[in-house]
């Protein structure tokens, strides 16, 4: 594998250049800020899950920062990489403490989360438009199954995670039109992936440490 080839995936990018991206690049700090809200919520004695999440969003930043700046094979891994770690770190956290799972069996269903993913992003794929975007579809139907789910036995944390999850599905809705209003929007609408990826992200961390809260004082 060529770790340095170069990858041109957003409309933004004109050239190689490091600053070809600025605003994909600098938007990016949108999950710096809500990592840095979201440190000072967590604090106190049984949040060190909810601790990791907010590290692992400071990552998910620097990551898509890299990405956007060098735009190389290397980078993309080392963007995609923390996402993949949160979903499987937060899917670990709502099984053990939201279904009070036990730690095996909470993080054997994080794992089913890859061949979850596996068979649910072809049909994804079948949608016009969704294009490369499709990859991240499968995480807010999951999320909606879970709100499902937990309805009727804890509904405060349903009802935020249905918003996490509707917040997500319009952030993929902007990462698909990047290309497609091209022409018309040069600096394309990636950036509003970043924006609202990070409030959402941000979000469903203070949905955990909510539901952890009143947990602690039942």
């Known amino acids: 594998m060529d770790w340095f080839r170069e ?30 809200i979201m ?25 898509s920062y890299l990405f956007h700046t060098h735009a190389q094979v290397w980078s993309a891994l080392a963007d995609t990489a923390p996402i993949l ?22 993080w054997i269903g994080a794992a089913l989360f890859v061949p979850y993913a596996a068979l649910t992003i072809p ?20 999320i909606l199954i879970y709100a499902i789910l937990l309805s009727k036995r804890r509904p405060d944390t349903a009802r935020g995670l249905a918003t996490g999850a509707v917040i ?13 209003i091209c022409m018309q929007f040069p600096t394309g609408t990636h950036f509003l992936w970043h924006i609202l990826n990070a409030t959402m992200l941000g979000w469903m961390i203070e949905v955990y440490r909510r539901h952890l809260s009143r947990a602690s004082q039942a």
């Not at 000072?40 to 990551?63: E, N, Y």
């Not at 770690?85 to 909470?106: E, H, K, S």
């Open 7 to 36: 990858i041109d995936s957003y409309c933004e990018r004109l050239s190689p250049a490091y600053w070809a991206e600025p605003i994909n690049a600098v938007t990016n700090a949108a999950f710096l800020i809500a990592a840095f």
């Open 39 to 63: 440190w000072r919520r967590v604090r106190g004695p049984g949040m060190p899950l909810a601790k990791m999440l907010v590290v692992i969003l400071v990552g998910i930043g620097i990551g």
């Open 123 to 142: 049909v994804f794929q079948l949608i016009p438009g969704l294009g490369g975007s499709a990859a991240y579809a499968p995480v807010p139907l999951l």
């Open 85 to 106: 770690l949160f979903i499987l770190t937060y899917i670990f956290a709502m099984n053990r403490d939201v279904w009070q799972l036990r730690p095996l069996y909470a």
């Open 168 to 180: 997500l599905i319009v952030s993929i809705t902007f990462r698909a039109l990047d290309a497609p």
